[in-house]
């Protein structure tokens, strides 16, 4: 016979309420637990995984590789871009974003300046035709981040429709397009 003493929990027997009673044990040890039948309450558990915040706000990223020990092996191999701005004071010529195209092999790196993020369209072709008739080579990759001027359909099909391999970095990792950023 049970102590009638217990507190009972009736609809909080729930994945969410033991992974806080557990000090935020992971999933697949509350559910490890659960089966060994060694704790009352845990047979019936209910719930899904769930993001814990108080388990996000303690992870943390792992760091990135040496971008220096990354490189690629030839000329036009891969291509970072990215674009920085609103700047708060327009240039003389009315620009407000610079657009970096940087080589990954040779660094060598161009940069335009834009009044709307909108002309990095035409300013890539302009740079791809005048890098692949300089070096005899074509651009085989692009990375950029996520930014609405680098996934715009018409953009993406260009380089599609050139063979070229299109390459986002994951959001909120800068890191991963560091030779632009």
Request: glycine share 6%; proline share 2%.
């Amino acid at each position: 016979m049970q102590n009638d003493s217990a507190a009972y929990i009736s609809d909080k027997d729930s994945i969410e309420l033991w992974h806080a009673r557990f000090g935020h044990l992971n999933m697949q040890g509350i559910k490890d637990f659960s089966k060994s039948n060694n704790a009352y309450g845990l047979e019936n558990l209910k719930g899904n995984v769930y993001k814990c915040d108080t388990c996000l706000t303690k992870s943390s990223r792992a760091s990135f590789p040496n971008i220096d020990k990354m490189r690629t092996q030839h000329v036009l191999e891969l291509v970072h871009m990215d674009i920085w701005g609103p700047s708060p004071v327009k240039s003389l010529g009315g620009a407000e974003y610079f657009y970096s195209i940087i080589d990954d092999y040779s660094r060598y790196a161009v940069v335009y300046f834009l009044k709307h993020k909108n002309e990095a369209f035409e300013c890539f072709k302009a740079y791809k035709q005048a890098m692949e008739r300089l070096t005899n080579r074509k651009i085989k990759r692009v990375r950029s981040d996520n930014g609405t001027e680098f996934c715009a359909d018409y953009f993406e099909q260009y380089l599609i429709d050139e063979g070229i391999k299109i390459e986002h970095t994951n959001t909120y990792s800068p890191e991963m397009n560091g030779v632009a950023e």
